[in-house]
């Protein structure tokens, strides 16, 4: 096809047609649009936008570069998901996939890897022994059927279009676009056959939506195209100025999540478990309200279920189970850890999460080019908490780097990642609104 018109017209702010939206997929898709001009042509994007039915065609255009799952009809647990739309430190998914499974949903989990400072579910995954997230479409439904739960990445087969256009955009400056980001998400959970999604929808310096406002018009977007193409969607704005949990980088982030399912994981992260479960359980008429959905949610995570579900989840995905408890036992797994202790005495007032997530990608936890190799152990854990109090010497993090030097760098970088005051700062909330 010949692309560059349709470059151009983008370029000067003409609406393209579903017609040709579905052409340049199914052309980018067979490899006839080299990388630079799909590149030009998202920026065009990134700045002239795309009204509501180029969203959609866009959309549906990455939906169809695969198949669509086919679950069976006559089987009474609904098939539900959740996503995010970026964080740092942001693990909600591990531990609320398998605790979905046990309160009797479906969970086809199609997620993506790390963009730009964003940590990726399959990136976080592929940290634990043996585990593969390239399940293909007939797996992913039978293992789903089967135990309740599989976690995938898209593939050649499933969304391609969404695996080619993400590993561009992640490297090209083009992530934070509210209709590039609608279709990028809903490509993928349209294509899962859902019957319902809760979305978790990050603003903040580390989110690609700097405001509440902004992650408000990005939420609309992706409800109302969901509800438009038959998915029972509820979105939560949820503040992403500080790191979810104490901890942010893959396996790191795997570990706090095993916490979590354990009972013992960061009172953040259980509570956006507990609310993306409960809002499932109501959009689903599962339970009748909110209240009692997270008695029901805190109880199955009580019982010790949702964390075999987890093993069973692993193991079907060829995961290690023996060196992946080995693993867990281990303090550190980095070559080099090295402590960020506070140089006066107060409270923790701001962790800036934004430079919390620019470092663990720099140790090598993130991508900067689309050849980028993740080093699945480096990150940060014992990260201190807006409200904290501390003195002189208290850790403030833990940095787990490859090699000495990059350790260094990284543990004077922390500092400036907190302020400290002398009296205790306002709690913020988490969960500020919902759509
Ligand atoms: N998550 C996605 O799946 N796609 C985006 O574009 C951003 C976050």
Redo the contacts with the bound molecule.
Sequence with gaps: MNFLPLIEAKRDGRALTADQLQEVIAAFVAGQIPDYQMAAFLMAVFFRGLNGGETRALTLAMRDSGQVLQFPKNDPRPVVDK????GVGDKVSLPLAPLLACLGFRVPMI??RG?GI?G?TLDKLESIPGLTTQLGPERLVEQTQRIGVAMGGQTANMIPA?KLL?AL?DVTGT?P?IP??T???LS?KLAEGLDALVMDVKFGPAA?MPTRDAARELAWSIVSLAVECGVMTRALLVDMSTPHGHAAGNWLEVKEAVQCLEGCGPTDLQTLVIECAASLLVQTDKSPSLVAARLTALDCLASGAPRRKWDELIAAQGADLEAFHAKLQLDHTAPVVQECVAAEEGFIRTCDARIIGEIVRDLGGGRMTKASVIQPDVGIDRLAKPGDAVRRGTVLGRIHASNGAQAELAVARLQSAFSITPTPPVAAPLIVDTL
């Excluded at 996503?83 to 970026?86: D, E, P, R």
Aim: aromatic share 10%; proline share 0%; charged share 15%.
């Design positions: 996503h995010s739309t970026g997620s993506g963009l964003t990726g969404d993400y955009r992530v676009s590039l980001i279709a990028s998400i993928k690609f």
